[in-house]
């Protein structure tokens, strides 16, 4: 029971952890670009190009066990946020960071921002991965709390939230750290929701396996 128990604090742990993180990081994010913040900046996204792909692997862990067209459509939208949104990183940040960085080794001049191009670029990409990210989820949640009941509409409420607040604000110091915050809430109580009663209903399951109907005496335990 305790193993039990542990596993699914665990779990909840597990989904939590990537928000956390973001929130942290986000604490540390840059207003703006400039010579001063490149180094930073840099090394920043390059952290990022890893930590932001597991808001799209929760999506994926959280339906586990979920078959059908929706719960794939859901894990398609997931997939593509991490791919369209890693790109924003890529170039808007790890691009430009090092672009000014270089100019900056160099002697040379640049624009504050780097390549004015990599933010649209990137920009462009980050469009595609929120919406796709808050598409995956809203499918997702539906799902879940039809399979698990009223007690994941908190979780699936924040997380829709989390989603629709996260389109525009990035990490950026107030909003997106909120975003992410409220995203991790989401993920925790949603999980919790899930894990919660498992154990329950996996020995409810066990008992009607150990059990079989004999037209002769009823009900008998079944040994083999």
């Given at each position: 029971?305790?193993?039990?128990?542990?596993r699914?604090?665990?779990?909840?742990?597990a989904?939590?952890?990537?928000?956390?993180?973001l929130?942290?990081?986000?604490?540390?994010?840059?207003?703006?670009?400039?010579?001063?913040?490149?180094?930073?900046w840099?090394?920043?996204?390059?952290?990022?190009?890893?930590v932001?792909?597991?808001?799209?692997?929760?999506?994926?862990?959280?339906?586990?066990?979920?078959?059908?067209?929706?719960?794939?459509?859901?894990r398609?939208?997931?997939?593509l946020?991490?791919?369209?949104?890693?790109?924003?990183?890529?170039?808007?940040?790890?691009?430009?960071?090092?672009?000014?960085?270089?100019?900056?080794?160099?002697?040379?001049?640049?624009?504050?921002?780097g390549?004015?191009?990599l933010?649209?670029?990137?920009?462009?990409?980050?469009?595609?991965?929120?919406?796709?990210?808050?598409?995956?989820?809203?499918?997702?949640?539906?799902?879940?709390?039809?399979?698990?009941?009223r007690?994941?509409l908190?979780?699936?409420?924040l997380?829709?939230?989390?989603?629709?607040?996260?389109?525009?604000?990035?990490?950026?110091?107030?909003?997106?750290?909120?975003?992410?915050?409220?995203?991790?809430?989401?993920f925790?109580?949603l999980?919790w929701?899930?894990?919660?009663?498992?154990p329950?209903?996996?020995?409810a399951?066990?008992?009607?396996?150990e059990?079989?109907?004999?037209?002769?005496?009823?009900?008998?335990?079944?040994?083999?």
């Amino acid at each position: 029971m305790r193993n039990a128990t542990l596993r699914r604090y665990a779990s909840v742990a597990a989904v939590v952890a990537g928000p956390l993180l973001l929130a942290a990081l986000g604490v540390t994010h840059p207003q703006d670009l400039t010579e001063e913040t490149a180094s930073w900046w840099h090394e920043l996204h390059t952290i990022l190009v890893v930590v932001f792909p597991l808001l799209g692997l929760n999506l994926w862990w959280l339906l586990r066990g979920l078959e059908g067209v929706t719960a794939w459509l859901s894990r398609v939208a997931g997939f593509l946020y991490i791919v369209f949104y890693g790109a924003l990183d890529v170039l808007a940040g790890v691009g430009t960071g090092a672009t000014v960085e270089a100019a900056r080794r160099e002697g040379r001049e640049t624009l504050d921002d780097g390549n004015p191009l990599l933010f649209d670029e990137g920009n462009a990409f980050a469009d595609v991965g929120v919406w796709a990210l808050l598409i995956g989820w809203a499918i997702a949640v539906i799902l879940i709390v039809r399979r698990v009941g009223r007690s994941a509409l908190p979780g699936a409420l924040l997380l829709v939230l989390g989603c629709v607040l996260f389109l525009d604000s990035h990490i950026y110091w107030p909003e997106g750290v909120l975003a992410v915050l409220v995203l991790g809430a989401g993920f925790g109580l949603l999980e919790w929701a899930r894990v919660r009663d498992a154990p329950l209903a996996d020995r409810a399951g066990s008992q009607a396996g150990e059990e079989r109907v004999d037209p002769q005496r009823g009900t008998a335990p079944l040994h083999g």
